[in-house]
C-alpha cells in the first residue's frame, strides 16, 4: 500500500519564512559528522520479570528472551568499543553525517532513513561486510551520506530538535522492523549540539534527552521465528503448527522493545531540562497514546502517535518520585506496554555530591598521611 505524490509550487505564491522556504539548489555542507554502526544478532530479554501471556515461558511459549537484529553505534572503524548510550545519530541542520555501516549478522542488510537526503543507505551488505563508499556502474566510487538541508530541520514553533528514524531498507516487508532493526535520527537547528564527533555530541540546551519507540513488535513476522522456535521451544520449525494463542503470545507491545516496566535509566534530576523523542512505528494496531504521569510536561501530558509519525516533548522535570509511562490505551497496558522513570530530588543529588567529596577528601588524607609517615 504505497503510492507516489508530486508536490508543485503554486503560482503567485511566496513563502517566506526560512523553515519551509523551498531550495532548489543544494546547500553548502558546514560540518561533516561520522557514525560507526555495527550490525549484530543478540538474544534480547523483553522482560526478564514474569508476567501475562506475552512474556511467560511454557509449552508451545516462547517467552521474554527472543532473537532480534540491533544497530549498535561504536567509536571507530576497529568496530571494538561501542557506545553504552545506544546508536542516536544526531546533527544540525547544514551538515553531513558520513556512516561506515557492518553487517556482523547472518543475512544483508542495509542502512537507510526518513527526513534528510541520503546517498547509498539502500544498498544491502553482505554479512561480514563493511559499507563505507560503494561503486556505481560508471566504476565511480560514491560516500555514504546524509544531509541535512534546511527543509530537514525544526519548523518555526517546533522544539530546537526533531526526530526522525533510520532503518533497513533491502525490502519493504516489515520483518526488519518486527527483529529490531531501527534508531532515532535527531535533527537540531544550528548551534544547538556541542562540537564533538558521533557519540561525543551532546545538546547544549538540555540536560538530559530520551528516544522512545512506542510499537508492537510482532515476532511472527520476524526473520528471527525459526530460529526462535528452536532455541527455546526445542522444536523443528518446519513441523512446528503455531496456534491462535501462540501468534498472540509473539506480539510484544513495548516500548523500545521493553515491557511492564522493564526499560530501566530514565532518570533524571529535579528541574533539569528534558526532551523525550517519541516515535511511532508498525501498523493499524499501533495508534498509541503516550501519557506521562508528572506535572510539567510542556502543553499536554497525552501525546498521540500513528505509524510513521514521531514527536519531540519538552519536559522541565518537576515534583521527585518515580512516574508511570505509559500507553493509554487499555489493552496495550494490559499487554505491558508501560515503564516508569524516576525524577530525583535535590536533596539526593546533593547528597550524592557531598559523598563523593568526602570520599575524595578522606582518600588525599589517607595519602597524605602514609607519604608523611614514610618520610
Known amino acids: 500500500m504505497r503510492q507516489w505524490y508530486k508536490v508543485n509550487e503554486c503560482p503567485g505564491k511566496k513563502v517566506n519564512h526560512k523553515y519551509t522556504k523551498l531550495n532548489k539548489t543544494p546547500q553548502p555542507?558546514?560540518?561533516?559528522?561520522?557514525?560507526?554502526?555495527?550490525?549484530?544478532?543478540?538474544?534480547?530479554?523483553?522482560?526478564?520479570?514474569?508476567g501475562s501471556i506475552f512474556v511467560g515461558k511454557g509449552k508451545n511459549?516462547?517467552?521474554?528472551?527472543?532473537?532480534?537484529?540491533?544497530?549498535?553505534?561504536?567509536t571507530d572503524d576497529t568496530f571494538i568499543l561501542f557506545s553504552p548510550v545506544g546508536p542516536i545519530i544526531k546533527a544540525e541542520v547544514g551538515e553531513q553525517i558520513v556512516?561506515?555501516?557492518?553487517?556482523n549478522a547472518t543475512r544483508p542488510y542495509s542502512i537507510t532513513t526518513h527526513g534528510v537526503r541520503a546517498s547509498g543507505g539502500?544498498?544491502?551488505?553482505?554479512?561480514?561486510?563493511?559499507?563505507?563508499?560503494?561503486?556505481?556502474?560508471?566504476?565511480?566510487?560514491?560516500?555514504?551520506?546524509?544531509d541535512v538541508p534546511e527543509s530537514s530541520g525544526p519548523g518555526v514553533t517546533d522544539p530546537n530538535c526533531i526526530s526522525y528514524i533510520y532503518y533497513s531498507t533491502v525490502d519493504f516487508v516489515m520483518v526488519k522492523i518486527e527483529a529490531g532493526l531501527l534508531g532515532p535520527l535527531v535533527i537540531c537547528r544550528p548551534g544547538t549540539l556541542k562540537r564533538g564527533e558521533g557519540p561525543d555530541r551532546e545538546r547544549s540546551d538540555v540536560e538530559r534527552e530520551f528516544?522512545?519507540?512506542?510499537?508492537?513488535?510482532d515476532e511472527n513476522k520476524s526473520w528471527y521465528?525459526?530460529?526462535?522456535?528452536?532455541?527455546?521451544?526445542?522444536?523443528?520449525?518446519?513441523n512446528f503448527t503455531p496456534d491462535e494463542e501462540f501468534e498472540e503470545s509473539?506480539?510484544?507491545?513495548?516500548?523500545?522493545?521493553?515491557?511492564?516496566?522493564?526499560?530501566?535509566?530514565?532518570?533524571?534530576?529535579?528541574?533539569q531540562k528534558v526532551d523525550w523523542y517519541l516515535?511511532?512505528?508498525?501498523?493499524?494496531?499501533?495508534?498509541?497514546?503516550?501519557?506521562?504521569?508528572?506535572?510539567?510536561?510542556?502543553?499536554?501530558?497525552?501525546?498521540?502517535?500513528?505509524?510513521?509519525?514521531?514527536?519531540?516533548?519538552?519536559?522541565?522535570?518537576?515534583?521527585?518520585?518515580?512516574?508511570?509511562?505509559?500507553?493509554?490505551?487499555?489493552?496495550?497496558?494490559?499487554?505491558?506496554?508501560?515503564?516508569?522513570?524516576?525524577?530525583?530530588?535535590w536533596s539526593v543529588f546533593l547528597g550524592n555530591v557531598v559523598m563523593l567529596f568526602l570520599a575524595s577528601l578522606i582518600s588525599h588524607l589517607y595519602f597524605f598521611s602514609f607519604y608523611t609517615t614514610r618520610n
Open 250 to 271: 509473539n506480539k510484544m507491545h513495548g516500548i523500545n522493545g521493553k515491557l511492564y516496566g522493564n526499560l530501566h535509566g530514565l532518570e533524571m534530576t529535579q528541574g
Open 279 to 345: 516515535i511511532g512505528m508498525g501498523n493499524e494496531i499501533d495508534m498509541h497514546t503516550v501519557h506521562f504521569h508528572t506535572d510539567l510536561v510542556h502543553r499536554a501530558d497525552v501525546f498521540d502517535l500513528f505509524p510513521g509519525t514521531f514527536q519531540t516533548v519538552e519536559m522541565v522535570a518537576g515534583n521527585p518520585g518515580t512516574w508511570l509511562l505509559h500507553c493509554h490505551v487499555t489493552d496495550h497496558i494490559h499487554a505491558g506496554m508501560e515503564t516508569t522513570f524516576t525524577i530525583k530530588g
Open 122 to 146: 539502500h544498498i544491502p551488505v553482505k554479512p561480514g561486510f563493511i559499507l563505507f563508499m560503494f561503486s556505481e556502474p560508471s566504476g565511480n566510487f560514491i560516500e555514504v551520506t546524509w
Open 99 to 103: 556512516i561506515i555501516f557492518k553487517n
Open 29 to 50: 555542507v558546514i560540518h561533516a559528522i561520522t557514525y560507526y554502526c555495527l550490525l549484530i544478532e543478540a538474544n534480547c530479554y523483553l522482560s526478564p520479570s514474569p
Open 225 to 238: 521465528l525459526g530460529d526462535n522456535i528452536r532455541t527455546y521451544l526445542g522444536l523443528n520449525p518446519e
Open 211 to 217: 528516544a522512545l519507540l512506542f510499537m508492537v513488535h
Open 61 to 74: 511459549r516462547i517467552g521474554s528472551r527472543y532473537k532480534k537484529v540491533v544497530y549498535r553505534e561504536y
